[in-house]
């Protein structure tokens, strides 16, 4: 039997919205006891002085995409799950969007089994809702659910055909799978770089309006109202998409939603010298915006924050603004990002890790995200304060594109553990 | 009196004080070129690069004209019928141009911003000859120096800005240039192609030619962008004309001494009728094309005089 002991740590408690200095005690892979308060060490057991830093459930993040099978040269398994033990990431729930698409048991039982061969962290995968992210037919739901797909998302493709969405919800609901979708408006959004607003105008980018987001949320509502189902927005980023979600949530339907990480600490202004590395999907919006999204996370109306981890080479980003990819890296800095939330007053560490732990677990099924006994022992042991500048050749990641590059952070990782076993 | 950077990328780059110098220079040019001897050395020895990954012929031959004029070596690169097209990226092209030591590049490009990631790159001094919808430096220089010229002042004149400006970089580096030599910038077009968004840039906006014309000192017209637009921006050219075109009896809400202008190749009949582009009294749209080769002489010689002392440091 393997023992552990943490003592002389702070403990997140995200259910009960508290922290307090206190002991946990890790028996085979599971939180054995958790108090406040000091504790003797069991015999035989290691001890891990925490020296009074932050002992939190270790980040399960929804949404990360792992560029394998397909585009090794940018994230394989091994770098990710490097990636996410570096950053407190104990949980990664990877995207369906690889080349092939995870549209078949087959290629699903092969990411598992990759998956399980070469990263450090429990990866769990999501299947496509629709074959090959097209939205013309419904994959396989129910083979893939029961190969291990813990739910179904085209990724950040719409499917814009609004008959072929409620057929795959209905069948979703009838087997109990949760869809995570993408709110957009397609044909409003097509083409667009940006926000629409001063900055864009300046520019000269191709606009959207944050309206697409609103649209699509209203849209993916209905379908919900119509079918029943069970529904997770990948990430909202405008203010006037929260209404009617909290409108939603009221009425009863069963949806949840997310929000990125940059999206909570990043907004439009930062595009304004075209670094690709800001170029996201949904594009950075207002600082009303980000405030917005900030707030409803902390009500807990937005239910979870993820990184959206998306790779991208020096290729798709050393582009012109408007033909260069969208997204960034996170799985290392979602974590010290975060912290600004903490530092600006804004988030307490519950709530950080309400929505970067528990939220996502359970909204998955999963029994992690919480540090309570007879949950697995993934942790995460960080100093909240703890000053760096990121640089980002150190990131663990194969692409190194983060938004972050040379931005002062706070909060580096001491150590993570996933089932009592230290990765990091 | 040189310019603080480098390159000139941008107006948004640009304090007043440095556009009034490219304006002066520029008005000796144009005196110059006006003469029998139209040759001076400032860009003697030097060699400049025209790289247009964008079709044209005005800009393009009014920098070879104004290269040549100062003595440089001129080279075209027609870049879209080129490497672009063999998949070469844009700083690999950087890096094939490095290699040919340019001493000033001059660059127009499909993409908003480009010309920046470009000028990060390379070690000679860039001119933006226009990148997407962003930034057409020496074209708003080239119209305020004929504006210059026609009212003996930019400080408190009323310019309309008229037609597709949300695809315009001219109309963002006038924007920007007026609004620095403290002018009053009004836009006249439908929403679609004038969006509010613009009344942040400290413009006003009005969708009523009428409206927009009154009092003005200044009639600036631009050109449907057609191949910028992906459709359905205006409902039919003659719809359009009918609405925002510039005619004389449009033209009669403006103040009587207005100048018209148009940066061209203009749609005649669509936002524009010939009467009013060819009248003498009122067009000087000729003279903007006069000028811009000036303008661009002054300015290649500003960041010549930059590049020389770079280098004797």
């Given at each position: ?23 946990l005690l890790?028996?085979?892979?599971v939180?054995a006891?958790?108090a ?7 015999e035989?057991?290691?001890?891990v ?8 459930p270790?980040?399960?993040d ?5 560029c ?19 950053g ?11 080349l ?10 092969f ?15 999501m299947?496509t ?15 893939l ?19 072929v969405?409620?057929r ?35 520019m000269?980018?191709?606009?959207v ?13 209905a ?6 189902a ?16 909290e ?10 939603a997310?929000v990125?990480i ?8 930062d ?5 690709t ?11 009303e ?45 979602l ?8 530092h ?20 998955l099924?999963?029994p ?15 100093d909240?304060?703890?000053?760096f ?13 983060t938004?972050?590059?040379?931005a002062?952070?706070?909060?580096r990782?001491l ?6 076993v230290?990765?990091a | 009196m ?14 007043p004080?440095e ?5 002066d ?10 003469s029998?001897e139209?040759?001076a ?6 060699t400049?690069?025209?790289?247009f990954?964008?079709?044209s ?11 040549k004029r100062?003595?440089a ?26 290699a040919?030591?340019?001493?000033l590049?001059?660059?127009?490009h499909?993409?908003?911003?480009a ?7 390379v070690?000679?001094a ?12 020496t074209q ?22 008229c ?7 001219v109309?963002r580096?006038?924007?920007m ?11 006249v077009?439908?929403p ?7 009344r ?29 637009m992906?459709?359905?921006?205006i ?10 075109g ?11 001494d ?6 061209g190749p203009?749609?005649r ?6 009467a ?20 661009r ?7 010549a005089q ?5 280098r004797?440091?």
């Amino acid at each position: 039997m393997t023992c552990t002991l943490f003592t002389n740590v702070t403990l997140i408690d995200p259910e009960a919205l508290t922290e307090g200095a206190g002991h946990l005690l890790v028996k085979d892979g599971v939180i054995a006891d958790v108090a406040l308060g000091p504790m003797a060490a069991p015999e035989g057991a290691e001890v891990v002085d925490g020296g009074g830093k932050v002992l939190a459930p270790g980040i399960v993040d929804l949404g990360v995409k792992i560029c394998e099978p397909g585009e090794r040269h940018k994230e394989s398994f091994k770098s990710a799950g490097a990636a996410a033990a570096a950053g407190g990431v104990t949980t990664i729930i990877m995207r369906p969007d690889t080349l092939p698409a995870i549209d078949s048991p087959e290629t699903l039982e092969f990411v598992t089994r990759r998956a399980g061969e070469a990263a450090p962290v429990r990866i769990h995968a999501m299947a496509t809702l629709t074959k090959n992210r097209e939205g013309r037919e419904m994959a396989e739901l129910s083979f893939l659910k029961d190969a291990g797909a813990l739910a179904f998302s085209d990724g950040d493709h719409v499917v814009a055909d609004t008959k072929v969405l409620a057929r795959a919800l209905s069948y979703a609901r009838e087997i109990d799978a949760l869809v995570v979708g993408h709110p957009q408006e397609p044909t409003l959004s097509k083409g667009a770089a940006a926000t629409s607003g001063k900055l864009a105008t300046l520019m000269g980018l191709p606009a959207v309006s944050p309206m697409a987001e609103r649209m699509g949320v209203d849209r993916d509502i209905a379908m919900v109202e119509m079918t029943g189902a069970r529904y997770h927005f990948d990430q909202l980023s405008a203010a006037r998409a929260l209404p009617p979600l909290e409108r939603a949530k009221g009425n009863g339907f069963d949806i949840t939603a997310g929000v990125s990480i940059h999206h909570l600490t990043l907004n439009v202004n930062d595009l304004s010298d075209y670094r690709t590395f800001f170029k996201l999907k949904p594009p950075l919006r207002d600082e009303e915006d980000r405030l917005a999204m900030v707030e409803a996370v902390g009500s807990g109306l937005i239910d979870v924050i993820s990184s959206m981890h998306t790779p991208q080479d020096e290729e798709s980003k050393r582009l012109p603004f408007e033909e260069a990819a969208s997204g960034a890296v996170a799985l290392e800095t979602l974590l010290p990002a975060a912290m600004r939330l903490l530092h600006a007053g804004q988030l307490s560490l519950p709530q950080l890790f309400r929505a970067m732990a528990l939220n996502p677990a359970r909204r998955l099924g999963l029994p992690s995200g919480r540090l309570a006994k007879g949950a697995p022992a993934d942790l995460v042991l960080f100093d909240p304060h703890a000053p760096f500048m990121l640089d980002r050749s150190t990131l663990r990641s194969k692409s190194k594109n983060t938004p972050f590059d040379g931005a002062r952070m706070e909060g580096r990782v001491l150590g993570t553990w996933v089932a009592g076993v230290r990765v990091a | 009196m040189t310019l603080r950077a480098r390159h000139l990328l941008g107006i948004a780059s640009l304090a007043p004080d440095e556009i009034t110098a490219i304006l002066d220079l520029a008005e000796h040019y144009a005196e110059m070129n006006r003469s029998g001897e139209k040759h001076a050395d400032a860009l003697r020895g030097l060699t400049q690069v025209n790289m247009f990954f964008e079709n044209s012929t005005r800009t393009q031959a009014s920098f070879e004209l104004a290269g040549k004029r100062l003595g440089a070596d001129v080279m075209n690169m027609a870049m879209q019928a080129s490497s672009i097209k063999k998949g070469e990226t844009l700083l690999d092209t950087a890096l094939t141009l490095n290699a040919m030591h340019p001493d000033l590049l001059v660059v127009r490009h499909p993409h908003s911003g480009a010309v920046d990631l470009l000028a990060q790159k390379v070690n000679c001094a860039v001119l933006n000859a226009g990148d997407g919808r962003h930034e057409h430096p020496t074209q708003a220089l080239l119209d305020a120096l004929t504006i210059r010229r026609h009212k003996g002042r930019l400080h408190r004149l009323t310019v309309a800005i008229c037609g597709d400006v949300a695809h315009s970089r001219v109309a963002r580096s006038n924007i920007m240039l007026l609004n620095r030599m403290e002018a009053r910038v009004r836009l006249v077009g439908p929403p679609t192609l004038v969006p509010s968004a613009f009344r942040e840039l400290g413009c006003e906006v009005t969708h009523d030619m009428a409206e927009g014309l009154k009092g003005a000192d200044v009639v600036m017209m631009l050109r449907l962008q057609r191949e910028r637009m992906d459709g359905g921006f205006i409902p039919s050219e003659r719809e359009y004309f009918h609405r925002y075109g510039l005619d004389a009896d449009k033209l009669r809400h403006a103040a009587p001494d207005a100048i018209v202008m148009h940066p061209g190749p203009m749609n005649r009949g669509v936002e524009i009728d010939s009467a009013t582009a060819d009248d003498p009294t009122r067009s000087v749209i000729t003279e903007q094309v006069e000028m811009g080769v000036a303008v661009r002489m002054a300015a290649m010689d500003l960041l010549a005089q930059n590049l020389k002392a770079e280098r004797a440091a």
